[in-house]
Each structure stands twice: as structure tokens, then as C-alpha cells.
């Protein structure tokens, strides 16, 4: 049998496990590469509100906040990734989307590298109820604000002016970890807050 018979002989029987090899080979490839290769932002911003925020308005925003981020990783470029939860408004309830929405809020929350939100007034004050312990007092950052000042709305920032497709009741907050291995990513975090609320 010449070569070229057995080569023909090998696809006539095997073709399909050697499809699929090819297959799985591709598949691990591109896992390996979106895993070990992905290239990841500075900082993650996590905006929680109601109703919908186009990727126009996402990608606005995450070059808004850049403008202000410190370079992180030293590669010289300043990135924020902007992670939007959304929550579906009163005229129109979507119990899914709400249920989806606070399962990734609680997932985000429980990630202490997540130190910046911007959120609406109901999730703020049915997660913090009143326990500020874990925010940072803003006049720290800025002296327009008295101390004890552990939140603010947007209206009271630059936002409002550069995003004004925000709702300008959301409240600007800065979580502290109480996870000392994130504890230099928090005061790259303070950086970038101090930088945005006194411009």
C-alpha cells in the first residue's frame, strides 16, 4: 500500500476523531488564550442603576474615568473597565433581569478589588443600612465635603457634567477592603477618586 492509499485509508476510517481533534486542540487554545492572555484594565468601576446605559455610554464613561486613573500596571496607559449592573425601572418590573442583576451585585461585592460604585439610593441603603464603617469619608479626598461625608449624589461632582446621561441622584461611593492584600489597589483607587472630585 503506497502512502498515499494509507493516508486516504487513516480519513476514510478516523475523520471524525481527527475533526474532533482538531476541534478540541482549537477549543484549548482559545481557552488557554482568553485565561493566560486577556489583557486586563487598571481599574474596575461597578455602576449599579435602573434601567438601561448603551455601550456608547459605557465606553464614555470608562474613557472619562481613564482620564483620571493612575497607570497601574506601568505600561503607559491608564484603563478603567466599567462593569454595569442593571436593574429594570418601576413602569416596567422584569423580576428575571432584577433577580440576575442582584446576584452579580452580591458577586461584585464580595470581590474586595472592587473599591468604586456609583449606585441608586434603594441598593445603596439596602446593602449599607446605615453602617458606614466600610466607606471611605470622602473630605479625606477633597475639602468640599465635611467629614462624616460617606457619600454623595453625582450632582455633586464633575459627572454630571461630563456624563449627563447619568441619573444625577446616584451616589458616588468608595468601599474599603478589609482584605489587606488589596490594600495598595485601594489607595490607587483614592488616587483616582481624589483626582475626579476635585476637577
Avoid at 12 to 17: G, L, V
Wanted: proline share 3%; glycine share 4%.
Amino acid at each position: 500500500m503506497t502512502f498515499k492509499e494509507k493516508v486516504r485509508n487513516i480519513w476514510d476510517y478516523d475523520k471524525w476523531f481527527i475533526i474532533g481533534g482538531i476541534f478540541v486542540a482549537i477549543m484549548v487554545f482559545l481557552f488557554i488564550k482568553d485565561v493566560f492572555f486577556k489583557e486586563t484594565a487598571d481599574f474596575q468601576i461597578v455602576s449599579v442603576s435602573v434601567g438601561y446605559l448603551s455601550k456608547e455610554n459605557v465606553e464614555t464613561t470608562e474613557r472619562y474615568f481613564s482620564s483620571f486613573a493612575p497607570d497601574k500596571d506601568g505600561d503607559g496607559v491608564s484603563t478603567v473597565n466599567l462593569l454595569n449592573i442593571e436593574f429594570s425601572p418601576e413602569h416596567a418590573k422584569n423580576p428575571q433581569l432584577d433577580r440576575d442583576a442582584s446576584t452579580q451585585l452580591i458577586a461584585e461585592l464580595s470581590l474586595q478589588q472592587n473599591c468604586l460604585f456609583i449606585i441608586d439610593k434603594a441598593n445603596f441603603e439596602a446593602i449599607w443600612k446605615g453602617d458606614y464603617s466600610s466607606l471611605c469619608d470622602l473630605s479625606s479626598l477633597s475639602e468640599k465635603f465635611e467629614e462624616g461625608t460617606f457619600f454623595i449624589p453625582i450632582s455633586q461632582t464633575a459627572i454630571k457634567d461630563n456624563l449627563p446621561f447619568y441619573d444625577e441622584d446616584l451616589l458616588f461611593i468608595i468601599r474599603i477592603p478589609y482584605d489587606n492584600r488589596y490594600k495598595d489597589d485601594y489607595e490607587l483607587y483614592l488616587k483616582l477618586a481624589e483626582s475626579l472630585l476635585n476637577s
